[in-house]
């Protein structure tokens, strides 16, 4: 079993959906969760970081943390083409510690 | 923002030589810095850990030997992949933080294809 489990879709939604993404994790030392959205051929790009459980709101982007079920969702309200992307789940146990990231998970948003 | 710099972007190289990677972070202070290999549809695999000033920590299953990383300075650090063969060929991508960043900024990536 991965430490980190992600539906690598690929997810294709219409243009103004509202998109969850999830992720689920075994290892409960886990404190940092961050969502990375990738382009094709470029470096991740981070998108939101929350610490331990509850939300977080940026713009149209929504991460929440559910420590107890060792889930979390990335939310993103008003899909735009310009969010066709890969995402990554990645969690750490702590500042300056590496990341295990999840699959990813292909997202189209069509016109 | 913090911005990270990688380079070359893609390169070309012939079975058996060497290809040197370059991660910088050009607007802070990096005291950690990893080296991640990404597959085609995969996500990211970290191959090492590096500290300014020390030596890196190598994933298992990650040849030291082969995989070379020098983090001499705290804005940079190289992967120098030795005697690289097609099975090298992959997309390589560094991120840099502090002890107190817990979102990593990652570099652009450098796509190596070994011919």
């Known amino acids: 079993q991965k430490e980190v489990e992600q539906d690598p879709g690929p997810l294709s939604v219409p243009e103004g959906a509202i998109v969850s993404l999830n992720c689920t994790y075994s290892?409960?030392?886990?404190?940092?969760f961050m969502w990375y959205r990738q382009y094709s051929r470029k470096g991740p790009e981070l998108l939101m970081y929350?610490?331990?459980?509850g939300n977080k709101e940026d713009g149209r982007f929504t991460a929440q943390v559910d420590k107890s079920s060792k889930y979390i969702s990335l939310f993103i309200r008003d899909s735009q083409p310009s969010d066709s992307a890969t995402y990554l789940c990645?969690?750490?146990?702590?500042?300056?510690?590496?990341?295990?990231f999840g699959t990813g998970t292909q997202l189209k948003v069509e016109l | 923002g913090a911005v990270v710099s990688q380079h070359p972007s893609w390169v070309i190289c012939k079975s058996g030589t060497s290809v040197k990677i370059e991660c910088r972070s050009l607007d802070f202070q990096a005291t950690t810095m990893f080296w991640y290999r990404q597959f085609p549809k995969q996500s990211l695999m970290l191959m090492a850990t590096s500290n300014e000033g020390s030596k890196a920590t190598y994933e298992q299953g990650v040849e030291k030997d082969k995989f070379l990383i020098n983090h001499a300075s705290l804005t940079l650090s190289t992967l120098t992949v030795t005697s690289a063969h097609p099975e090298d060929s992959s997309f390589y991508i560094c991120s840099a933080g502090t002890a107190n960043n817990y979102g990593y900024t990652f570099g652009s990536g450098t796509r190596l294809t070994v011919v």
């Open positions: 990645a969690m750490s146990e702590g500042g300056g510690n590496k990341l295990t």
């Open positions: 290892n409960s030392a886990f404190q940092y």
């Open positions: 929350t610490y331990s459980s």
